[in-house]
Nanobody, 122 residues
Framework: QVQLTQSGGGSVQAGGSLRLSCVGA??????MAWFRQPPGKEREAVAY???????VYADSVLGRFTVSKDNADNTLYLQMSSLKPEDSAIYYC??????????????????WGQGTQVTVSS
């Protein structure tokens, strides 16, 4: 069983920055990801980090968001910059991509953080 505990988030004006954290990201976890769910919409992929440090981003956040993992602190991070109102959503961290699963598919991840709200005002 993996327990993921999120922190960070909040409210910020457009153009601002926020950092999300997800504790529980032990080095035995080979891959992790961040997803977000805007109001009334399906959960969507934001960023992925693999066991070898491979990073993949959704086109909508490429160049603005950075995913990283600190094995010493067992923490996954999402640094978000140049935030836009359309980035407003509940953000979730995820761990353990199922065999054969696609990182962009939220149904292929086994463990989830509790979610944290990010609100960007114009």
């Amino acid at each position: 069983q993996v327990q993921l505990t999120q922190s960070g988030g909040g409210s910020v004006q457009a153009g601002g920055s926020l950092r999300l954290s997800c504790v529980g990201a032990t080095d035995s976890i080979r891959s992790m990801a961040w997803f977000r769910q805007p109001p009334g919409k399906e959960r969507e992929a934001v960023a992925y980090i693999g066991s070898m440090g491979t990073r993949v981003y959704a086109d909508s956040v490429l160049g603005r968001f950075t995913v990283s993992k600190d094995n010493a602190d067992n923490t996954l991070y999402l640094q978000m910059s140049s935030l836009k109102p359309e980035d407003s959503a509940i953000y979730y961290c995820a761990a353990y991509l199922m065999n054969g699963g696609l990182w962009e598919n939220h149904r292929d991840w086994r463990y989830w953080g509790q979610g944290t709200q990010v609100t960007v005002s114009s």
